[in-house]
């Protein structure tokens, strides 16, 4: 385990803003993005609708600004949708309010968006999500409880003229679910706060030359109870080293049920319960391996590379199944590992060897850091953004001048209902 990592901080939602700041900093441009969420949480929240505010106030040289609001506002005051240029609904499941808060922006003429992180809109592929996700399939309630959650999630998403995603292997997904629907990439990235502490954790470890206590962690960062399946992928590997190597180390931070044959090295498991998203990174940085082993099927390559990217940040080195977004994330040998199902034990001896030799790791996490920073920096995406929201080209992103209603009057024409 490396040292000198700072123990647990004071954590405080970032996102504790009233009404009224958030429509200040909606209002603060001339293109105005609301970001709808059914209520802020530490996940798709945080990257999908919080995220973008701060990233486009960043580039005032853009004219553009958004905020984020809930079911709390549109309970209270939905009239944010009249002072905003495009609507973007993020992964909410239908009911009457939403349906009549798209009606609002559909008489204003304003584009409506859905975005969304994960292959959860899909009735037709339900049996593969909960297969995946190691759910009670004899549980009638988990039937229920996942067909009305997907359902009422793709019953939005139809109701919107864009999808906007966090990699083209999901776009094509949901094209094959709504042919008309234009879609557009915007890759899910590190928040401002947390990119820094993050970065300071990688500098204080190569301040230090890499030092480290004599132990070797494994770190599986599962934050939900479904990963059970993903886990088991490399659960046979580090069962192997734990017996055959007394300085392994095995982290878990999550909800991951570590059962079976590891039990015989609990003294050497750490299980740390759910963190708050700047905690994480701590638990992170500690460790000299992350790993992020996947099954390998349609849902999971659906998912994006948050877990490679936030270990690189804080000077971490990764160890991921070649899914679609890893094998266009890291750069194997260089930032990172890309590991195939077979390949566990001799990845992770690899791994070790690399661990033991300073220059290696250093080589290894400098470059995996420089990648995250300018591939999924906090402030790398505001062109992109702009470009997915108002369907522009880039020389209409950065052009100033426009008024707010003729641009997205503009851009709504852009959209053919079936636009590739």
């Known amino acids: 385990m490396f040292l000198n990592i700072p123990s647990a901080i004071r954590y405080v939602d970032p996102w504790l803003s009233s009404y009224d700041d958030r429509l200040k900093q909606m209002m603060a441009q001339q293109r105005r993005i609301a970001y709808f969420y059914e209520l802020p949480d530490t996940s798709t ?19 553009t600004s958004g905020a984020w609001f809930d079911h709390r506002d549109l309970n209270a ?40 992180d994960d292959l959860v809109f899909d009735v037709e592929r339900l049996h593969l999500l909960v297969d995946s996700l190691n759910l009670n399939q004899s549980d009638e309630a988990v039937w229920n409880d996942w067909f009305s959650m997907i359902g009422r999630l793709g019953a939005t998403m139809r109701l919107c003229d864009t999808f906007i995603t966090t990699n083209h292997y999901l776009a094509e997904r949901a094209k094959e679910f709504e042919p008309r629907l234009r879609t ?46 993903d886990f088991a992928v490399a659960a046979p590997a580090i069962y192997r080293l734990l017996e055959n190597d007394p300085r392994i180390v095995l982290r878990v931070v999550g909800f991951l049920d570590v059962s079976g044959e590891l039990q015989r090295y609990r003294d050497r498991i750490e299980i740390h319960p759910l963190q708050d998203f700047m905690n994480l990174q701590r638990l992170i940085a500690e460790v000299e391996i992350n790993i992020a082993p996947l099954q390998s099927n349609t849902f999971t390559n659906c998912k994006s590379e948050i877990k490679y990217f936030e270990a690189a940040v804080c000077g971490t080195i990764t160890l991921a199944t ?9 750069e194997h040998g260089r930032t990172g590992f890309l590991v195939k199902p077979f390949e566990w034990d001799s990845a992770l001896q690899e791994a070790i060897a690399i661990v033991e030799t300073p220059e290696r790791y250093s080589a290894i996490a400098d470059a995996a850091s420089e990648h995250a920073l300018s591939a999924y920096g906090w402030d790398r995406p505001a062109d992109d953004i702009i470009r997915a929201v108002f369907n522009l080209d880039s020389e209409a992103v950065s052009r100033r001048g426009q008024s707010g209603p003729q641009l997205c009057l503009a851009s709504q024409n852009q959209i053919p209902a079936s636009s590739p």
């Open 77 to 116: 005051d939905p009239g944010f949708v009249e002072m905003a240029d495009a609507l973007v609904i993020c992964r909410t499941r239908y009911n009457a309010r939403v349906a009549q808060l798209i009606a609002r922006a559909r008489a204003r003429g304003i584009p409506v968006l859905f975005d969304c």
């Open 45 to 63: 929240f945080r990257y999908r609708a919080f995220n973008p505010g701060l990233t486009l106030a960043a580039h005032p040289e853009l004219a």
């Open 322 to 330: 070649p899914t679609f977004t890893f094998k266009n994330s890291i």
């Open 184 to 229: 557009a990439v915007v890759p899910n990235y590190l928040n401002r706060e947390q990119q820094a502490l993050s970065a300071g954790f990688h500098g204080i470890k190569r301040n230090a030359n890499w030092a480290r206590d004599g132990r070797i962690h494994i770190g599986y960062f599962s934050g939900s109870p479904s990963h059970a399946r």
